[in-house]
């Protein structure tokens, strides 16, 4: 596994050091005029986790996000390419300091909603050292015949997340994120309960060229909850095509919202259940 992640890095990076003058990376820099930090990530999400970044004011982001089957399925499955979980997203900037967006996955065919505050932004003279976000979703699955009759309603079927993201961008090449996040849910399928679910996520950004940044995410349980999840680990690539953020990434869930890589994350790097995914974003300015 670590031979084909290497490999896939070769392969990227001439692409990548081919687009130096691509005019993304001039997002990249502190906003000389009021020393604040900007791009801490390059994208609204890093892998599962949100980032803390939004949408600029009337940016409207449409994102394609695809996750594969096992790689250890073999050639009979195309080492997971034949069983893609799919989610269509819409992100939306509504002022400088409020995000939301939408989507639809596959996943137990489900829909999602949020909304995301920038509270603090970190400043280049230190008055604040660090950036802070809260995030809250709702996602609710419309998957028939998983709930008993009476869960089978609009609550039942409900599950909620908050979060508080707090992250540094170190320098152009280094960033750090961490996330506290609460699971809430009336009825989960998984446990035949309700749930709530405490986790931390932790992520990271390295600059590996002026458009191709490696990133990392990794989120624990805080508290055993007798839940049958492991805790979600992935690693992967954002590169900017100018107008689009194109992301590669490697992990052992195969959910692409909330509830889905908190809740149902059943495999482990070290077993070899490891899903391909990719997410394509494209602006629109509106």
């Known amino acids: 596994m670590n031979r084909f992640v290497f490999l896939l890095m070769l392969l990227i990076s001439p692409f990548a050091i081919a687009q130096t003058d691509d005019p993304f990376d001039e997002f990249g820099d502190w906003n000389d005029v009021e020393g604040l930090a900007i791009k801490t990530f390059r994208s609204t999400r890093i892998v599962n986790m949100q980032s803390v970044e939004n949408p600029y004011p009337g940016e409207l982001i449409f994102s394609i996000g695809h996750r594969f089957g096992n790689i250890r399925s073999g050639f009979y499955e195309m080492f997971g390419l034949d069983l893609a979980t799919i989610r269509l997203g819409f992100d939306y900037g509504i002022n400088s300091w409020l995000g939301a967006g939408v989507g639809r996955s596959t996943f137990e065919k489900t829909y999602d909603a949020y909304l995301k505050a ?49 992250s540094r961008k170190f320098s152009e090449t280094f960033s750090l994120q961490l996330n506290p996040v609460l699971l809430m849910s009336n009825y989960l399928p998984e446990i035949q309960g309700p749930a709530s679910k405490l986790s931390l996520g932790i992520a990271a950004r390295i600059r590996m060229t002026p458009v191709t940044h490696f990133n990392f995410e990794y989120i624990p349980q805080l508290i055993d909850d007798g839940y049958d999840n492991t805790n979600p680990l992935s690693a992967g690539f954002d590169i900017e095509t100018g107008g689009h953020v194109f992301q590669l990434f490697f992990s052992n869930t195969q959910g692409i919202f909330d509830k889905a890589h908190l809740v149902n994350t059943r495999g482990t790097w070290e077993n070899g259940d490891i899903y391909f995914g990719f997410t394509i974003t494209r602006v629109f300015y509106l």
């Not at 050292?129 to 409900?158: H, W």
Request: hydrophobic fraction near 40%; avoid cysteine.
């Open 118 to 166: 920038r509270i603090i932004t970190q400043d280049a003279g230190l008055n604040s050292p660090v950036s802070v976000s809260y995030y809250l979703s709702a996602s609710q699955a419309t998957l028939r015949l998983i709930y008993p009759p009476e869960q089978d309603n609009f609550s039942g079927r409900l599950s909620l997340v908050q979060s508080l993201m707090v």
